[in-house]
């Protein structure tokens, strides 16, 4: 009977592997990312407060500041989510191609590649190819 695998072993070999300092790395940029887009959310909701209660007061004054903090929080709301999807993107990139070359190279080891019963089954699938 199969036990069935857990999703740490699955995952773990990638972030022991020769990689892991970069991938430990983004990880811990793009959580600081999303951490501070949170904080930054928040600080857009007191900006929201403060407005309102300007419009509320008839407070023209207290307009400019507000737009110009505004668009800092704006600014700076749209850089941390590019830069965290970007930076996700890097991750799970270099995630696939070290286990591409992981398979690939586990594949090639020992000539498994041309034993008898792959080549048959390649020429099989090659002519199914061909065929269509």
Partial sequence: MNTPIST???IKPYWVSNQKWI???LLLFVITLDMTNVYLI???TYWNKDFFDAIA???TH???PLFMTLVGLLAT???ARIFS????QLLEIRWRTWLTDVYISEWLQNNRFTTSKNKNSMTTQTN???KT
């Fill in 77 to 79: 709301i749209i850089s």
């Fill in 57 to 59: 007061n008839y407070d």
């Fill in 23 to 25: 991938a430990w790395g």
């Fill in 62 to 64: 207290a307009m400019t």
């Fill in 8 to 10: 740490w072993q699955l």
């Fill in 85 to 88: 999807t970007f930076f996700k």
């Fill in 128 to 130: 199914v190819l061909l």
């Fill in 42 to 44: 928040i600080q857009m």
